[in-house]
C-alpha cells in the first residue's frame, strides 16, 4: 500500500455570506471524519477547502495535478456553486474525479427548515449544475450518490479508489516479455504502442538468453533461502527436489532482472526456451503471488492486467491470478479453469502442493508446479482484447465452486465456475465479445472497480452480469463498435 491521499473539494460561492461558508466548511470537515472513520474506505480523505471563485478551482485542481501524493479529486456542492466558474479548473484536471452526490444532513427537520436552512443545505441543487458540467465537459467522472454515512455509498467511493490505484500503477507499469507471443495466436496480440499511449504500460522484450546468464549468476545461498520460502509457503510433493531447485533458480534471475528494470509483469512462452531445462511452473506462480503480474505464452495485455488489478487490491485478501478457460462441464454447467502451470496460489482453498509432472509441450524436463484447488465465492473474470484501433475489456461476473470432481490425474491448479448470467447464455456473450481464453480472474475486484478503471483509461468496457440479456447485448456491442471506431 502506498500514502495516496484523496482531496474533497467542496464546491460554493460567496452569494451566501461568510457566515454560510463558515458551516459549510465545518459540515464538510465532519463529513471526511465520518468517511475516513467508516473504515470502508483504503485510503485517507483530506478535506482541501471550499472553492468560491474560478481562481481558487484552477488552483486546487493544479496543485492536485502536481502532488504525486493526491491520486484524485471527490467534489461536493454542499451549497450552489455556479459551474463556468469550475470550467477552467476542470480543463486543467488530469488526475481521476468522483463528483460525490450527497447533503450533510440524512433528514429535513421539520421545525428548522427555513430559507436560510436551504440555501445552506442544496446539494441536491447544486450538485445538479455540478454534474451538467461534468456532462457537458464529456469529463470522465465517477458519480456516487447517497448519505455520506451509509455503506452502500462508501463502498463504491472504496471500488473508485482502488481502481483509482490501478490508473496510477498503470501509468508506472513495465512489462518484461520473454519471447514473443505464441506463433499464430490473435487473441493475445495487440499494438504496444495504443497500449501505452492508453495505459502507460511500457511493454519491451528481453532475450531468453539473458535470463539463463542471469540463472548461471544465481548462488547455492540464494536458492536455498528461496527453498526455505516454498516450504514455508507450500507443502513439497515430490522427491524432485533437483526440479524446484531449478524453479528457484528460474525465479531468483526473473525477479532480478525485472527489479533491475523496474518490471512488475512479465510474459514468457513454451515455444521459446532456448537454453532452459523447464518452462517457468512454479517460479511464475510464487513471483504471481507476490504481486507480479504474469501471462503465459507472450500475452503481455493480461500480464500486465493481471499486476493492475493485484495492485488495485494489494490490502484484500480474496486472491488475483492469471486463468484460462479450458474444458466444460455441461453437466453441473460449469467451466473448468486452468493452465499448463501458471495459476496463482493466492486464489487456493488450501495449502498448494509442489508436484513435478511431465508439460507434453515445449520438449523440455517436467517442471514443479504448484497443484491446488481453487476456492469458492463470487468473482469476475476479465479479459481485455485488441480490437484493432481501440482495447476493449470483458469483465464477466462467475460464482465459483467446490469443483465436484476430485480430478486425481490432472497435474495443474484447477478452479471451477459458473458464469453470469448463466451458462448458456453467459458463454454465448462471452463469445460475441470476443473475450480471451485467457482472463484475470479476481474474487477482490468486481465489475464496479474495472468500469471505472476502464473509465479512466479511455477504453471500451463491456459488462456481462446477472441482468444481461443476449439479445440487447449483441445490440450493445454494435452501437459500440460505431461509438469506439
Ligand atoms: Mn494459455
Given at each position: ?175 518484461m516479455r520473454f519471447g514473443d507471443n505464441m506463433r499464430e495466436v490473435?487473441?493475445t ?16 522484450t528481453w532475450p531468453v538468453g539473458t535470463m539463463v ?37 528460474e525465479?531468483?534471475?526473473m ?11 512479465f510474459s514468457n512462452t513454451f515455444q521459446d526456451l532456448y537454453g532452459l531445462k523447464q518452462l517457468s511452473?512454479?517460479?511464475s ?10 501471462a503465459g505464452e507472450g500475452d503481455w ?58 508439460l507434453?509441450i515445449g520438449d523440455r ?121
Amino acid at each position: 500500500m502506498n500514502n495516496y491521499k484523496f482531496w474533497f473539494v467542496v464546491g460554493s460561492q460567496f452569494l451566501y455570506g461568510e457566515e454560510t461558508l463558515t458551516q459549510v466548511e465545518k459540515n464538510s470537515k465532519i463529513m471526511v471524519e465520518g468517511l475516513n472513520s467508516s473504515e470502508k474506505l483504503p485510503y485517507e480523505v483530506v478535506y482541501k477547502n471550499t472553492m468560491k471563485t474560478s481562481a481558487e478551482i484552477k488552483m486546487v485542481t493544479m496543485e492536485a495535478n502536481n502532488d504525486k501524493t493526491c491520486a484524485g479529486i471527490i467534489t461536493y456542492c454542499h451549497t450552489f456553486s455556479p459551474s463556468k466558474m469550475w470550467i477552467g479548473g476542470l480543463n486543467l484536471l488530469q488526475k481521476p474525479w468522483l463528483h460525490f452526490h450527497t447533503q450533510f444532513n440524512k433528514e429535513i427537520p421539520n421545525e428548522e427548515i427555513d430559507m436560510n436552512y436551504m440555501n445552506l443545505h442544496q446539494s441536491a441543487h447544486g450538485d445538479r449544475e455540478h454534474g451538467f458540467i461534468g456532462a457537458r465537459m464529456r469529463l470522465p467522472r465517477k458519480v456516487v450518490f447517497g448519505y455520506w454515512q451509509d455503506e452502500d455509498a462508501q463502498k463504491e467511493i472504496a471500488n473508485w479508489m482502488r481502481a483509482v490505484v490501478g490508473y496510477h500503477f498503470s501509468k508506472d507499469l513495465k512489462v518484461m516479455r520473454f519471447g514473443d507471443n505464441m506463433r499464430e495466436v490473435a487473441v493475445t496480440e495487440g499494438d504496444k504502442v495504443e497500449a501505452q499511449i492508453k495505459f502507460g504500460w511500457e511493454v519491451n522484450t528481453w532475450p531468453v538468453g539473458t535470463m539463463v546468464k542471469y540463472m548461471e549468476a544465481v548462488t547455492d545461498e540464494e536458492v536455498d533461502a528461496k527453498m526455505q520460502e516454498y516450504q514455508e509457503r507450500y507443502e513439497i510433493a515430490t522427491e524432485d527436489i533437483e526440479s524446484i531447485r531449478y524453479q528457484a533458480k528460474e525465479e531468483v534471475a526473473m525477479k532480478r532482472m525485472m527489479d533491475e528494470e523496474g518490471c512488475k509483469a512479465f510474459s514468457n512462452t513454451f515455444q521459446d526456451l532456448y537454453g532452459l531445462k523447464q518452462l517457468s511452473g512454479l517460479a511464475s506462480q510464487n513471483l504471481m503471488a507476490d504481486g507480479y503480474g504474469y501471462a503465459g505464452e507472450g500475452d503481455w495485455k493480461t500480464s500486465a492486467l493481471t499486476a493492475v488489478m493485484k495492485a488495485m487490491t494489494a490490502d484484500m485478501n480474496g486472491g488475483t491470478t492469471f486463468m484460462e478457460d479450458y474444458t466444460y462441464d455441461f453437466t453441473n454447467q460449469l467451466i473448468l479453469g486452468s493452465h499448463m502451470l501458471e495459476i496463482c496460489p493466492s486464489v487456493a482453498a488450501e495449502r498448494a502442493k509442489i508436484e513435478v509432472h511431465p508439460l507434453g509441450i515445449g520438449d523440455r524436463q517436467p517442471p514443479a508446479r504448484l497443484k491446488f484447488e481453487g476456492k469458492a465465492g463470487s468473482a469476475i473474470v476479465v479479459s481485455l482484447v485488441d480490437m484493432g484501433g481501440r482495447f476493449r475489456l470483458i469483465v464477466q461476473d462467475v460464482e465459483c465452486v467446490k469443483p465436484p470432481q476430485t480430478m486425481p490425474n490432472l497435474p495443474v491448479a484447477r478452479v471451477m465456475w459458473e458464469p453470469k448470467p448463466n451458462f448458456r447464455e453467459g458463454i454465448k456473450c462471452w463469445i460475441l465479445a470476443g473475450g480471451a481464453h485467457h482472463t484475470v480472474l479476481s474474487y477482490d475486484c468486481n465489475v464496479e472497480m474495472m468500469q471505472d478503471w476502464a473509465r479512466m483509461m479511455d477504453i471500451e468496457f463491456v459488462s456481462i452480469n446477472e441482468k444481461t440479456d443476449p439479445i440487447q447485448f449483441e445490440k450493445d456491442l454494435l452501437i459500440s463498435d460505431i461509438v469506439w471506431k
